[in-house]
Structures are given as structure tokens and as C-alpha cells.
């Protein structure tokens, strides 16, 4: 609308554009472009359980209107498949993800990302790459678990100069309530499915995060990262906002 005002598009151009609103079906996907006029990002594409074929597709028309794209719980193979029809396409191996963003204006301070163990990596880097594509600059504490406590305590200040906190422990999962009762930020706690037997693929953890003791600790879904990055960057977008 704005460009038809200024004289940079024609009204027949508009018409075009808008055809594809609020969705392009694809056939197999009915790509939502009406979604970053309602949220924060636009649509980002789960690459689990689609072929690469389909994952480039919907990539493809998601750049195309909106310049931005994320696509998470994809490998190696797929993303050299995706390089060569989205060119500007770069790929986190930590976080599994690939992304396409600019750089435009200075990112916003706030968002920390603490994960318990090394083996609990890519569902941190899944959150931080989340919060990175919705212009957050994100501070990493990684492998500081309870089996040895200090290891947290040497960032407290860190910790303590936080606008929000991500989480992200696998075993137990004690981790999330411990840092809640160091902080006066929020706590957005994400149980991983790394652990032993008795974990049940991240169920112990969950149920611990679920019944935490310290006030402040919200808790999304097993391993996932890409919720908890998001809602961590929301939550500090609107205490920038108020600033």
C-alpha cells in the first residue's frame, strides 16, 4: 500500500502482490505470507518430516515476499539442496538450522541463553538462532549444569543483568529453578530429551520444570528451542519497547 501511495508500484502490481494473500498453496503447503503482519517473524519452516524438494519449495516463496526465512531440524544434505535455489541461505550446523536475515539496525541487548550440557547444544543454539532472526543479540552461558554449581556462579552477574533467561537442561532438569531463584528477569525453561533411561526422552525434566519451586519459570515443549527463542525475544522486544 505504501508503495502504490508513493508512485513506486502500480495498482496493477498490488492486485498481483495481494492475490497471494493470506496464503500461496503449493499444493502440498499453504504458505502463510499474512504471518509476520500478525507476528513478529514470518512463517518459519519445520524442515522435520518434509522432503528437501519441499522444504526448498516453501523456502523459495517464503524469501521471495518477505527476504527472511527460517528453517529448523534440517541437516547438511538439505541445506546444500536449499543453497542452490536460495542463495543467501547461511546454515548454523550447531542449531540445525538455516537462515536468511539482514542485519539492518543494532540488535537488541537482553536475551542470555544457559544450557546445562554440552550434549543439550542444539536446542540451545535452536533458541538462539530464533532469537538472533528477530534482531536480538544473544549472550551464550553454556555447559554450567548442577553437577557442578560453580560453574553458574562465576557469571552471576551475567546472569543478573538479563532482561530474559532461556534454559535448556536435559537429565533432572533442576537447572531452570536455579537460576529463577538467582534472577528478578523471567525464566523460560526448555527440557531436552538427552538423558538415561528414567528421563523418558525429556518427560523427568519437564515434570521437574513444570513443578519448579522459584516463581518467574515458564516452560515450553521437549527440545524445543525455536519456542523458547522466540518468546524470549518477544518478551524483550516489549521491555525495549518501554524503555
Not at 541461505?89 to 550447531?94: D, E, N
Amino acid at each position: 500500500m505504501q508503495s502504490v501511495a508513493s508512485g513506486d508500484a502500480s495498482v496493477e502490481a498490488a492486485v498481483e502482490e495481494l492475490r497471494h494473500l493470506p496464503y500461496e498453496d503449493l499444493g502440498f503447503a499453504k504458505v502463510d505470507h499474512h504471518r509476520a503482519l500478525r507476528s513478529r517473524l514470518p512463517e518459519v519452516v519445520l524442515g522435520q518430516g518434509k522432503t528437501a524438494e519441499q522444504i526448498v519449495s516453501i523456502s523459495e516463496c517464503l524469501v521471495e515476499r518477505s527476504g527472511r526465512l527460517l528453517v529448523t531440524r534440517i541437516d547438511a544434505d538439505v541445506f546444500a539442496q536449499l543453497k542452490q535455489r536460495v542463495p543467501d541461505a547461511v546454515y548454523h550446523a550447531a542449531a540445525r538450522a538455516a537462515t536468511v536475515y539482514s542485519d539492518e539496525g543494532e540488535p537488541q541487548e537482553g536475551v542470555t541463553v544457559i544450557c546445562a550440557g554440552t550434549a543439550d547444544l542444539p536446542v540451545a543454539e535452536e533458541a538462539v538462532v530464533t532469537a538472533e532472526v528477530m534482531g536480538q543479540r544473544v549472550a551464550r552461558m553454556y555447559d554450567v549444569g548442577v553437577a557442578g554449581l560453580h560453574r553458574l556462579l562465576d557469571h552471576l552477574t551475567q546472569l543478573r543483568e538479563a532482561r530474559v533467561l532461556v534454559v535448556v537442561a536435559g537429565m533432572e532438569g533442576a537447572l531452570p529453578s536455579v537460576v529463577a531463584g538467582l534472577v528478578a528477569s523471567p525464566v523460560i525453561a526448555v527440557p531436552t530429551s538427552v538423558g538415561y533411561g528414567a528421563s523418558f526422552g525429556g518427560i523427568a525434566p519437564l515434570l521437574t520444570m513444570l513443578n519448579s519451586c522459584a516463581p518467574g519459570v515458564a516452560v515450553v515443549n521437549i527440545d524445543n528451542g525455536f519456542g523458547a527463542g522466540y518468546l524470549a525475544a518477544v518478551i524483550n522486544q516489549i521491555a525495549h519497547s518501554a524503555d
